[in-house]
């Protein structure tokens, strides 16, 4: 069974709930670790009200016994403590004729929460998805297009990061920018503990307070800022991902991951960007042979050094043909400000069509980039979990984790045996690897 995941539910809603469906058995889950990373996910300086109002914590409902995965669907579910003060705005059933009249009241009384949304928000998903779903009320759709539900995709995350950490695979992010104000790698003296603590993130400390005095300026303004984050994921082995279709290329399906994250508009890897802007000497990763990775840990039942095949440099983000390369992967996400402005901006309404002075205001924040960072994580922990278990399968963790040891014995093997004549494939250069006369005269890319 592939792996893949399901979030459900709505902002206001009872609850939130995620399923994940093809984890191994074995897994060590722990609801406490779920809850430190939905913490982190409500942490940040220029978060809005309702991180006062809801202290996430989810509650395992199944595929979880004795603090082991089963092999089976696990199910997750969230509570929204702000549930009790929406309970009639957001019933499941239908409204009688004397709920509707008291919405239609209250309403009329000024009750913002009862009032049905129409004068939509510019850059939220207020008028095209109304449109698309033929909704006379934007409720309908802001309540599943809001960032509330990443809730689920961090806990989710967190299952995923307590199956990879058995692998000794580890993703961490942290806020790169803010408002246009960028960390400088040199001042990044925080440690990621420290960085943990900090107000935005971030292991710039000069950097964070110019970020910090950013978002001041804009919650002056009655405005919002956005920014970047970035994702690192440590201890990948090679060979996650493939060159063969374009939506097995793990770039490709990590990219897509981030920018389904609300307000990110813009994703890279490695150099990114910077890479159009030099020469090409100056931006490919020399490889350097099979070594021992210094920084490295070795995961859970795995003795010893870390040995694999090197690159003097890590500009391509650790993927490259779509695979990874056995160097950290490096992510950064870019999100854009915040839709909801304390100061909203003109609009229409979306049953007249006609202008409006203002747009809809629902309590909002004034920044989210390192909650970003943290559902980043999360969607990057969840596509290299489908990608681990693609390419090394196995129903539990032990049998996963043998898959995993033995490909990467082969991988190094390669360096000291080349591939029999009996098992190299046709017109395979059987020489030593070294020997590159059967290269002479190749294509290039196309």
Not at 69 to 88: A, F, I, K, M
Not at 125 to 141: E, F, M, Q, T
Not at 224 to 235: D, K, L, N, P, S
Not at 260 to 283: D, M, N, Y
Request: with cysteine; glycine share 12%; charged share 25%.
């Amino acid at each position: 069974m592939p792996f893949r995941f399901l979030t459900a539910g709505e902002s206001h809603g009872p609850a939130l709930g995620a399923i994940l469906e093809g984890l191994p058995a074995g897994i060590p889950v722990s609801v406490d670790a779920i809850a430190a990373d939905l913490a982190r996910r409500q942490r940040g300086y220029g978060r809005g009200a309702r991180m006062r109002i809801e202290q996430d914590r989810a509650e395992i409902l199944g595929g979880v016994r004795h603090g082991r995965t089963l092999g089976s669907p696990v199910l997750l579910v969230v509570r929204n403590h702000d549930w009790e003060n929406w309970t009639r705005v957001m019933q499941v059933e239908a409204l009688s004729a004397d709920e509707a009249a008291e919405l239609s009241a209250l309403a009329e009384a000024g009750n913002r929460r009862a009032a049905p949304v129409t004068r939509v928000r510019p850059g939220h998903a207020d008028l095209a998805g109304a449109l698309k779903y033929n909704a006379a009320d934007v409720r309908d759709i802001l309540e599943r297009a809001s960032a509330r539900e990443t809730a689920m995709r961090v806990a989710a995350g967190a299952v995923c990061r307590a199956f990879l950490r058995e692998l000794g695979i580890d993703v961490w992010s942290f806020t790169a920018e803010v408002g246009g104000v960028a960390l400088d790698p040199d001042r990044a003296t925080r440690t990621r503990e420290e960085a943990e603590a900090s107000p935005l993130r971030c292991p710039d400390p000069e950097g964070e307070a110019a970020m910090i005095a950013r978002i001041d300026e804009a919650r002056s303004h009655g405005d919002t800022v956005g920014g970047i984050f970035e994702v690192v994921a440590r201890g990948v082995p090679v060979g996650l991902g493939s060159h063969v279709h374009w939506d097995r290329r793990l770039d490709a399906r990590l990219a897509a991951a981030i920018c389904s994250i609300q307000s990110v508009k813009g994703v890279e890897f490695g150099l990114g960007f910077e890479q159009t802007r030099r020469f090409g000497s100056a931006v490919h990763d020399v490889v350097t042979g099979v070594g021992v990775d210094e920084t490295a840990t070795p995961a859970p039942g795995f003795d010893g050094q870390v040995r694999r095949w090197l690159h003097a440099t890590n500009r391509a983000g650790g993927l490259t043909g779509g695979i990874t390369n056995g160097e950290p992967i490096v992510v950064r996400g870019a999100v854009k400000p915040i839709s909801t402005l304390a100061r909203p901006l003109p609009s229409a309404d979306l049953r007249t069509g006609e202008a409006v002075s203002t747009a809809h205001y629902e309590r909002s924040d004034i920044s989210v980039v390192p909650a970003a960072g943290v559902i980043g994580e999360a969607m990057v922990l969840l596509v290299l979990t489908d990608a681990v278990l693609e390419k090394f399968g196995g129903d539990s963790l032990v049998e996963v984790r043998d898959n995993l040891r033995r490909y990467l014995e082969r991988t190094l093997a390669i360096t000291t045996n080349a591939a029999a004549p009996e098992t190299a494939g046709p017109g395979a250069n059987r020489g030593a690897p070294h020997d590159t006369t059967a290269e002479t005269g190749s294509g290039g890319d196309d």
